[in-house]
């Protein structure tokens, strides 16, 4: 009686199958669409019936409806249950795969579509995309446990729209299961559930491509609360980054002033008369990046966020003209020239330093106490 007791207490502490975790993730979230093409070579459900072959959902006013290889709507919700791969394209978009179930409605005379995915289906293909310049399996685990991690901490940031993630890099680049790569889809797995903690709380895992050198402080980047792990660490030994092996680690942009003039106008730096005749760093980092910037014109100079001038110059000339605010500044006659290392932000993790440590021999849980000092593996 007493062994009889005391299986059916083990039959009832033995986790049941948990059920996989799902995000939701709005596609197409940069794109104005009014209607998308489907496409499955297998069957798959929707509105109630089976369809496979080419079939259209449009945007009817306030209604959505599905024409082609099944007639469905005019209706205030489709769901394409995709049980096996669907294609969505269209004028302007780019042709990619999807599972899971995705529901097609119509917001403000768009369509929105919002696609289910199961976590780690969602990180793999995360991984895909963010690490697909690197090779080492190590580097390709700590861009899992980073993105997955990066993810639980943020499911609430669109939840005012009803869905947790969109798929572009506001929150971090998804372009589907099409294309997911065998060594993504072996990190997710090999870190299943793995994220990063700080005292007991999910870490704000940010991460770039090159660091230059030195990782930089966030609080020296963007006016948020400041964490202890996001401060500026050397990545490997002196004069040998890790990240030295990127292509592109060094860099040199040359800005004649009458470029410069027509930037700073348009961002509003300068006023329309004022044309820039100068250009200094007059603070930097903890990393020896700069921080704040001097932009001198014909009757005076203007302070200038040197993050606010990565971002103003990368988006009206192109991120590859300033790659990072790992600068120094050259002026010339009717130029500045900016001798500079490293790509992106510098905050966190240094993705080509990553790359660099697992070629040394370091596994992913170095990488991540290297470039998040203080935080810890544990499971969601
Ligand atoms: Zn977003
Ligand atoms: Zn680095």
Redesign the pocket.
Known sequence: MRVLTLLLVLACAAPAAAAEKQVLIRLF?LHKVSAVNLETTAPVRAAGAQFSGKARIAVKGQLVVMTGALQAGPAKSITVHASAPVRLSGPGLPRRSYTGDIVFTSARKQLKIVNSVPLEDYIAGVVTGEASDLSQPEAYKAQAVAARTYVLKHLR??AGEGYN??D?T??QLYTGQGAVSAKALAAARATRNEVLYYKGELAATFYHSICGGRTERMTDVWPFEAKPYLISVRDGPPGHPYCSIAPNFRWKTKIYFSGLTRLARRAGWILPDEEARGLKISRWGASGRAAELELRTQRRTVGLGATEFYHGIGRRAGWNAVRSTFFRILNGQDYVLLDGKGNGHGVGMCQWGAEGMARKGFKYRDILRHYYPGTEIGHD
């Open positions: 979230s940031i669109h993630l969109c572009s506001h929150c």
